[in-house]
């Protein structure tokens, strides 16, 4: 994780918990060794997609290819989840109200005649190489100089940590119910300059797991 990014990810991870510093301490961490099961997944850097609007107005989109391989045991339910934080601190949610035609442009750039939406690729895996499935994520552009960014990928593993204070005590969240955290992955990016163009260079400056 980048000194840039440290911060802003801290703040986004208290206000989504909904709990103060002085509730819990210290901030728990993936097990190393395996706990649950876990899907293998291998993605391509971010890019950037130019298509036109209802209107003929050019909208920006950014996008994530990505495969998962279930080389556990067992079937598992594959229910992904993609979201993009920004350097000012916002959380994006992929694939909210994309239209058709930029999966579609996506597909025939990336050469990928396997390429799922986001809308039918969740569901169960079945175990082996040949079970493996392809899918994109796609955000509407949220700012206009990306800059440092960071993209979290829930869903791909089934260990999980219920919140505790210091005293041993369940921290709950705004509803009532515990917080649990997910084993997440956690990718960081960063565009330098004022790229804007379809073939800007992302420049990947970290990957890890992370509870969240």
Do not use: C
């Not at 909208?59 to 391989?69: L, P, Q």
């Not at 895996?125 to 440092?148: N, Q, S, T």
């Amino acid at each position: 994780m980048t000194r840039s990014l440290a911060p802003r990810l801290l703040v986004v991870m208290f206000a989504l918990i909904g709990a103060s510093s002085r509730a819990w301490g210290q901030y728990p961490k993936p097990s190393p060794f395996p706990v649950a099961w876990e899907l293998t997944f291998e993605h391509g850097e971010p890019r950037r997609v130019v298509v036109p609007g209802p209107n003929g107005v050019p909208r920006a989109y950014w996008y994530m290819t990505y495969s998962v391989t279930n080389k556990s045991d067992r079937e598992q339910v594959f229910l992904p989840r993609f979201e993009l934080l920004t350097r000012e601190g916002k959380v994006v949610e992929s694939d909210r109200n994309i239209p058709a035609a930029v999966f579609a442009k996506i597909k025939q750039r990336e050469g990928n005649q396997f390429l799922e939406p986001f809308t039918s690729i969740g569901g169960t895996i079945r175990v082996g190489e040949d079970e493996a499935k392809d899918g994109v994520a796609i955000w509407e552009e949220p700012l206009l100089r990306m800059g440092d960014f960071t993209i979290f990928v829930s869903g791909l593993s089934g260990e999980t940590i219920t919140m505790k204070d210091s005293s041993g005590a369940e921290v709950k969240g705004v509803d009532g119910k515990p917080i649990i955290l997910r084993k997440t992955l956690q990718l960081d990016y960063s565009l330098p300059g004022d790229e804007r163009a379809d073939d800007a260079l992302v420049k990947p400056v970290g990957e890890q797991w992370v509870m969240r």
